[in-house]
């Protein structure tokens, strides 16, 4: 289901985003945002009741294009090694045009007392876990990538693989090609992942 943003929303979005990459998720709040858009707190809290909100937005929007892209990856005509490096490089491009998107989406120690997000998180991370295990499990099949461990263990270890490498880029402030980098350890997956 896509949710429809008004131009104003999608605008909020954006700058909340930018001020996320700014300030940290600790300096995102209503009043930082207002000031950073550029009108007044009534002006935001008519597009979204509060802050959590918002941020609900912003992995709404993320969940949406990430299934969009896990889907039909899925669906495509290339063989299973070559859906997770085009998955894999995707991921590395979008995190490195939107780095707050980082701060958002592993986040979830920051939200456990805000269920809504944690729901929101964990609702992406298991989508793209369940399409990851079955483009191994046909890839499996077809015998393009090992049989000898669990389709859904190879999931795991290679979104653990993206996970830490992208916390690790965001940790030292992006210091380094996010795409380049990532096309290498891409290659390594690949090596550990195919038959």
């Known amino acids: 289901m896509t949710t429809e943003l008004s131009d104003r929303q999608k605008e909020i979005i954006k700058f909340s985003l930018e001020l996320i990459s ?3 998720i600790q300096g995102f709040t209503i009043k ?5 858009v550029g009108f007044s707190e009534s002006a935001i809290y008519r597009h979204y009741e509060n802050k959590t ?9 993320f969940k949406e294009n990430s299934e969009r892209i896990f889907i039909a ?14 998955l894999f490089t995707n991921q590395f491009r979008i995190f490195s045009v939107t780095p707050s998107l980082v701060a ?10 805000e269920t809504v997000l944690l729901e929101k998180v964990s609702e992406i991370m298991n989508n793209n876990f369940n399409t990851l295990t079955k483009i191994f ?8 990538i090992r049989t000898d461990i669990e389709a859904s263990h190879i999931a795991v270890m290679v979104m653990g693989s993206l996970r830490m490498f992208v916390k690790q880029w965001h940790m030292v ?5 996010l795409v380049e980098k990532g096309n290498e350890l891409s290659k390594s997956i690949k090596i550990m992942i195919k038959k």
Do not use: H, M, P, W
Not at 32 to 36: H, T
Not at 137 to 144: I, L, M
């Open 22 to 24: 700014e300030s940290g």
């Open 32 to 36: 930082n945002l207002a000031r950073k």
């Open 53 to 61: 909100e918002i941020l609900v937005g912003i992995l709404n929007y």
């Open 73 to 86: 990856e899925q669906n495509s005509e290339r063989g299973s090694v070559s859906k997770i490096e085009y």
């Open 104 to 113: 958002v989406i592993f986040s979830e120690e920051l939200f456990r007392n």
């Open 137 to 144: 499990k046909v890839g499996q099949e077809k015998e393009e």
């Open 173 to 177: 402030n992006c210091s380094f090609d």
